[in-house]
């Protein structure tokens, strides 16, 4: 069992920075692959970026590529998500969650445990 809790949401500026962080509990958090989504108000959840249980390899979507990078520290069981150049269009709830694989992973049913979101507010 993964238990994931998110932080660094807030309210910024369009083109200004975050950084999200998810706390991991459990001592296999290195054997799983990370991801973010995101949830816009009246949409549905769509995948933001991944990531490889070892950090090696990682995943974007077309949306997000170039100004978010993920990034993992399995000693602190913490996965991050750095946005920079934040557009109102990025406004959403994010969540991470985690999938018992060790590649990199983009479908949403592949993940298996999910944190509660954290919502971050991208003002024009």
């Known amino acids: 069992q993964v238990q994931l809790v998110e932080s660094g949401g807030g309210l910024v500026q369009a083109g200004g920075s975050l950084r999200l962080s998810c706390a991991a509990s459990?001592?296999?958090?290195?054997?799983?692959?990370m991801g973010w989504f995101r949830q816009a108000p009246g949409k549905e959840r769509e995948f933001v970026a991944a990531?490889?249980?070892?950090?090696?390899?990682?995943y974007y979507a077309d949306s997000v590529k170039g100004r978010f990078t993920i990034s993992r520290d399995n000693a602190k069981n913490t996965v991050y998500l750095q946005m920079n150049r934040l557009k109102p269009a990025d406004t959403a709830v994010y969540y991470c969650?985690?999938?018992?694989?060790?590649?990199?992973?983009?479908?949403?049913?592949?993940?298996?445990?999910w944190g509660q979101g954290t919502q971050v507010t991208v003002s024009s």
């Open positions: 459990g001592r296999t958090f290195s054997s799983y692959a």
């Open positions: 990531i490889r249980w070892s950090g090696g390899s990682t």
């Open positions: 969650a985690a999938a018992r694989t060790l590649g990199v992973v983009a479908a949403e049913n592949e993940y298996d445990y």
